[in-house]
C-alpha cells in the first residue's frame, strides 16, 4: 500500500506520547463543504465507517455518498513507536477522493482532503488548542433563523477557505449573487408575515435548485449568495437560470392570498472574476447589478 503523491504518514513519537506533550492529540475529520459544514468528527481508536447509513460511526448525509462508503484505520507500530491512519474504499459507487485523487487504500497525512459524495471533509490531528480553535469556529458556523440558510459571516467562512482550495489544486468557484425583485412592495402591499413567508420558500426553493455540496446563505434583506465548487461561469449558468425559473414559477401563498415574485441573479467565477473572496464577489454582485438595469428577473455574467 503507498500513497498517491509519495507524502509521508503522520507519525506521533512515542517519547512525545510518554511525556504528555501530545498525550490529548486525537484525529478528527473536519466538514469542509456539506450539509453539515464546520462540524468534526473524532475518528475511533478501533476504526471508524463513514457513510450514508444511520449505523456507521460518522454518518455524511448526502445522496452522492454510499451507505458504507470508508473506512479509517488507526495503525499503531510498536517498533518505531508511529501512528498512521489508514483510509480504504468500502467499493463505494462514486468512490472516495483523496486530494482530488480517487483512492481505494491510503495512508492519510494532517490536512489532506477528503471527498465522499459531495461531501468534503478535512483529516487533522489536533492538540487541545488545535481542538479549541476549530470548535469556536464551528460555533460562529450558525444559520439564519428564517430561511435555513447560512447567515452572511458563516458563508464567508466557509467560501474563504473553499476559495483557498480551489486555487491549491487549480479548480474553479463559481458565486451566485441573487436579488429579489421590488421585495418593497410585497412587504407594502401585503405585510411582513407574507414577506417573510416568502423569504423562507425562497430558501427551500435555492437548496432544491442546487447540489448538496453547494453552499448558500441569506445575505442580508433579500439578497442571497450561493457558491458551486469546481465549477465555472458554463457550469454555473444553468443553475442560476434554474433557480430564476423556480422562483419564477412558484405561488407564495399565505392566509389565502397568492403573489408571484421574480429574482435577479449575477453570476462570477475564480479565477477569472477573481482570487480571492472581495474580488470574487465584487464581479457577482456588479452582474446582478447589470441584471437589474436591464429588466430584472434575469441571469448575468460578469464582465
Not at 468500502?90 to 481505494?104: F, H, Q, W
Not at 479549541?132 to 452572511?152: P, W
Not at 480551489?166 to 441573487?178: F, I, N, T
Amino acid at each position: 500500500m503507498s500513497r498517491h503523491d509519495g507524502d509521508s504518514t503522520i507519525a506521533l513519537e512515542g517519547q512525545l506520547l510518554a511525556v504528555g506533550r501530545l498525550r490529548k492529540s486525537h484525529a478528527s475529520l473536519i466538514v469542509l463543504q456539506g450539509a453539515e459544514i464546520g462540524r468534526d468528527f473524532r475518528l475511533r481508536k478501533t476504526g471508524t465507517i463513514v457513510g450514508r447509513s444511520l449505523e456507521v460511526d460518522i454518518r455524511v448525509p448526502d445522496e452522492g455518498a454510499s451507505r458504507q462508503h470508508a473506512r479509517i484505520d488507526r495503525d499503531w507500530d510498536g517498533k518505531s513507536e508511529t501512528t498512521s491512519f489508514v483510509i480504504t474504499d468500502l467499493k463505494s459507487t462514486n468512490r472516495t477522493l483523496v486530494n482530488s485523487v480517487p483512492v481505494e487504500s491510503v495512508e492519510l497525512r494532517d490536512g489532506d482532503k477528503i471527498q465522499i459524495g459531495g461531501t468534503l471533509l478535512k483529516f487533522v490531528i489536533l492538540d487541545d488548542v488545535d481542538a479549541k480553535f476549530h470548535s469556536e469556529v464551528r460555533d460562529r458556523i450558525t444559520y439564519d433563523q428564517l430561511t435555513g440558510l447560512l447567515t452572511k459571516e458563516s458563508l464567508y467562512l466557509a467560501l474563504d477557505a473553499e476559495l483557498r482550495r480551489c486555487r491549491k489544486y487549480e479548480m474553479p468557484l463559481a458565486v451566485l449573487m441573487m436579488d429579489l425583485d421590488r421585495f418593497k412592495s410585497v412587504n407594502d402591499g401585503h405585510g411582513h408575515l407574507m414577506g417573510s413567508h416568502v423569504l423562507t420558500e425562497i430558501g427551500e426553493l435555492i437548496r432544491a435548485s442546487i447540489r448538496v455540496a453547494d453552499v448558500s446563505a441569506r445575505y442580508g434583506g433579500e439578497e442571497f449568495v450561493s457558491y458551486l465548487a469546481e465549477v465555472d461561469s458554463d457550469g454555473a449558468l444553468p443553475v442560476a437560470e434554474r433557480i430564476r425559473a423556480a422562483v419564477e414559477s412558484h405561488a407564495f401563498t399565505l392566509g389565502g392570498t397568492t403573489i408571484g415574485v421574480t429574482i435577479s441573479i449575477g453570476v462570477g467565477h475564480a479565477p477569472l472574476h477573481g482570487q480571492d473572496l472581495n474580488s470574487l464577489v465584487g464581479a457577482a454582485d456588479r452582474a446582478l447589478y447589470r441584471a437589474k438595469q436591464t429588466g430584472r428577473n434575469r441571469v448575468c455574467v460578469a464582465d
